[in-house]
Every structure is written in structure tokens, then in C-alpha cells.
């Protein structure tokens, strides 16, 4: 290493150390359960057939992925749906994600008959996702880590290829996400529009529609819309909660966000004023999430988290992970550790 060289990585460690260190973080995907393969597979619609227990031994086998097109249904547009067990036999604790690909044109994913993702809107009111990679969390109750899962995934195909049509299909984990001790992602309640009353915990949003977290909306039923719109999460929590001090991770948001837990706010990424027309935003859909929670705000028993959104163009919402309530001391150990790797790599990787 000559001269020159170490000055600039001093240089570089002098102006981490003064600005602080961003708090971007790459993503590292890690599989733990490969899927790609031959899957059962019919064609037509019937929602029994993301029962568990359902009977699909005179299926077709087909490859995926590829489009059902090369696998000998040439022609065919419409509704099908595939079908895929597996044992999962791990310990672990971390959140696992089931990864899809991209698939043409909508989809509904439910393991062992319990929906976990969705991306696009079936007819009447059909809009494609045929461009939305597939990425589902899958909520720790569902899996069953010791004995046999089930996949079952209804697809509705306007025109052209067809089907689970491309990407590299399985189970996967986040090798570098802070795992939270309570996860929130999957689905939560969603109205698009405008109202402070929306915060409140006795708010009754049982007519709003459920929305998959993390994930764009667009890609969700709500193409093209630019605006406000409100999520809003129940979660019941132990009666030792107050044991800990916590936070409110909520990932990456496109654009401005206010979060509130029982009606009280506890953090925000930029201005959000009430005109739309004030909203300025930039770079603010890249910084992540991680909001300090006040001592008393959280309660044993339900709790309701509301988040209010902005976004001015292009896609939007809550749209990467992690989503869930993490404690300070393993929020900030992480971060340290993090902001030390990072430094590490830009040294000897430079």
C-alpha cells in the first residue's frame, strides 16, 4: 500500500468519523431452501386449492420457473395455480422470506393456507405486476419448521407468457437485517386519503383493505397514485413490555411518513404538511426507519401503530424491511457493528 493510498483511506476514516455514517445498508441475500424445480400445477380456479390438505396428485408436473407456455399449456390465458411442499428443518429464529421471482401477470401467494403475499389486482378490476420481483415474508406462525409446508400459489395471465416465469425460486433470509422481537411485516390495513383521526387506537379501520408490508402499492391494486394514505397495524404485546426500552423500525418509505403508536407520534422522515402542494421531498425514500419509542407508550395488550404516508411520484409506501419493535440495546449494537464493517470494507476494498 503506498503513500498516497493510506493518506486517502485516512482521510476517508477522518470524514466517517466527523459526519457520521450513513445509514444505508446493502442488501445480502442468503438461501436457505432452494425451490426451483418441478412444481404441481392446474389449470382454472378454485380457492380450495390453497387448502394444505388439499389432494393434488392428478396435477401436472411443470418446470419453474418458466412460462406455462414452454411447459406445454401454449396458448393459455387465464387463471392456474401451482402448488409446492417442503420441510424446513431449522432452529433458527430470523424471519424467513419466500422468494418468487417475477411472474406474469397476477398473483396470490398462501403457505399452508394462509395468504402471505400479493402483487397486482385479478379481475374485474385487473392491473398487472408482471415487472414486481416476488418477495413475501412469511410470518414466524405460519411456518411449520419441523414437519411439511405447503406453497400454493393462483396466478391470472392476460396475454403472452404465462405462469412463475423467471428468477431463482426459494426460501430465503436476510443475511445482513436486524431481526426485530416483534415482526410486523405481512399484512396490514390501508386507505388511501387524509385523516388525523386515523392515528387514534379505537379508530375502527375494519372496511380498510389489507395491504402486504413491506411492498409498494402500486404493484398492490393502487397503480399510479400519488398522495396520502394511511397503514395501520394491531398488535397485542406481553404484560413485561415495559421491561425494555424499544423501537419502531419501519424500513425504507417512498416518500414522507409520520409514524404514531396509540394515537401518540413518535417519529417522522421529513416535512409533511397538510397542503400537499408544500411537500418537499428528496432523498428521504432511502433513509431507513428506526424510531426511539418513549417510555409509557407502549402498553401490555393492544396497540396500534398508524402510519401516515406522502408520496409525491413514482412508487409508493412502506417499502423495504425490517417492519417490527426491536430493542434499543440490539438496535444500537447493530448499527455499531455495522458502521465498523462498513469502515473495514471501504479500507481494504479500495
Same mark, same amino acid.
Given at each position: ?62 418446470? /419453474? %420457473?418458466?412460462? #406455462?407456455?414452454?411447459? +406445454?399449456?401454449?396458448? !393459455?390465458? =387465464?387463471? &392456474?395455480? $401451482? *402448488? @409446492? ?127 402486504? /408490508? %413491506?411492498?409498494? #402499492?402500486?404493484?398492490? +391494486?393502487?397503480?399510479? !397514485?400519488? =398522495?396520502? &394514505?394511511? $397503514? *395501520? @397495524? ?117
Amino acid at each position: 500500500m503506498n503513500r498516497e493510498s493510506i493518506k486517502y483511506k485516512l482521510l476517508i476514516i477522518c470524514l466517517l468519523l466527523i459526519t457520521g455514517f450513513s445509514n444505508s445498508h446493502g442488501e445480502d441475500w442468503e438461501r436457505v431452501l432452494r425451490l426451483n424445480g418441478y412444481w404441481r400445477f392446474s389449470i382454472g380456479d378454485d380457492i380450495n386449492w390453497a387448502k394444505p390438505n388439499y389432494n393434488d396428485a392428478d396435477w401436472e408436473e411443470i418446470k /419453474v %420457473p418458466s412460462t #406455462w407456455e414452454n411447459e +406445454g399449456f401454449y396458448g !393459455y390465458n =387465464g387463471y &392456474a395455480w $401451482y *402448488r @409446492k411442499s417442503f420441510i424446513l428443518d431449522t432452529k433458527s429464529n430470523r424471519t424467513f422470506y419466500l422468494q418468487l421471482g417475477f411472474i406474469d401477470d397476477v398473483d396470490e401467494v398462501y403457505l399452508n393456507g394462509k395468504l402471505i403475499g400479493f402483487s397486482g389486482s385479478f379481475p374485474p378490476n385487473f392491473e398487472t405486476a408482471y415487472n414486481a420481483f416476488r418477495r413475501y415474508p412469511i410470518a414466524p406462525e405460519l411456518l411449520n419448521r419441523y414437519g411439511k409446508n405447503v406453497i400454493a400459489v393462483r396466478v391470472y395471465d392476460s396475454q403472452l407468457g404465462g405462469g412463475i416465469v423467471s428468477g431463482d425460486i426459494g426460501v430465503y433470509v436476510r443475511a445482513d437485517l436486524l431481526d426485530p422481537q416483534y415482526n410486523m411485516e405481512g399484512k396490514w390495513k390501508f386507505r388511501t386519503g387524509d385523516n388525523k383521526s386515523w392515528k387514534e387506537i379505537n379508530y375502527d379501520d375494519s372496511n380498510w383493505n389489507d395491504l402486504m /408490508v %413491506p411492498g409498494v #402499492w402500486e404493484t398492490q +391494486g393502487y397503480k399510479d !397514485y400519488d =398522495g396520502f &394514505a394511511w $397503514y *395501520r @397495524k394491531t398488535i397485542n404485546l406481553p404484560s413485561n413490555i415495559s421491561k425494555d426500552k424499544y423501537i419502531l423500525m419501519l424500513g425504507k418509505i417512498d416518500d414522507l411518513d409520520e409514524a404514531y403508536i396509540n394515537g401518540q407520534l413518535v417519529g417522522k422522515t421529513g416535512r409533511m404538511y397538510d397542503d400537499a402542494s408544500r411537500n418537499f421531498f428528496d432523498q428521504e425514500w432511502q433513509e431507513f426507519r428506526g424510531y426511539y419509542i418513549s417510555a409509557g407508550v407502549l402498553k401490555p395488550g393492544k396497540n396500534v401503530i398508524a402510519v401516515r404516508v406522502y408520496d409525491g411520484y413514482n412508487y409508493g409506501g412502506i417499502h423495504e424491511g425490517p417492519i417490527g419493535l426491536v430493542t434499543q440495546k440490539k438496535y444500537s449494537d447493530f448499527w455499531r457493528k455495522s458502521k465498523r464493517k462498513n469502515i473495514w470494507e471501504i479500507l481494504f476494498n479500495n
